[in-house]
């Protein structure tokens, strides 16, 4: 995807093959690109300080920045916030609904659609939807800032279909 030195923090699938990533190269500020299946179709979009979340089918990346959610067309074109407070996010297929993880006075939330609590827990890193919107995974932490812990897996409803052991960092 690129020949220069840094790091990815994150990268998600795209319309036609494309690989939407944050990184940041030689020194310089963590931003978002868009790597096609030719390695000369690689660009960065305007977008720094970002960290991206998910990518609709529609050409749309959803991207965290500064505790905020926002979402920008992948051609190109400005971005538009959307919820304040987030940690972390996914898309549901459409592009019409997120998953959220917001953090608050009493811990973190699980919210899906955005505004219905589905679940409330220490914290949360990281959430996904699976294809077809009927089950969230969550990368949770029992412990706060701790990398330990497990992934469970959520219904619609927050029942606990699934949870893996502890692990020793989630990263």
Known sequence: ITFHRGSVNAARFGPDGQVVYSGS???????LHVAGSDPGDSRALEILDATVAAVSSSGEVAFLRGGVLARAP???????????????????KGGSDFAVVRSGEEGYRVEFPVGRVVARVARVSRVRLSPDGSHLAIAEHPILDDDRGLVAILDRDGKRVAVSEEWASLD
């Open 74 to 92: 992948l051609s190109g074109g400005p971005p538009k916030d959307v919820l304040k407070g987030v940690v972390a996010a996914d898309w549901a």
């Open 25 to 31: 190269w030689d020194g310089g500020r963590r931003g």
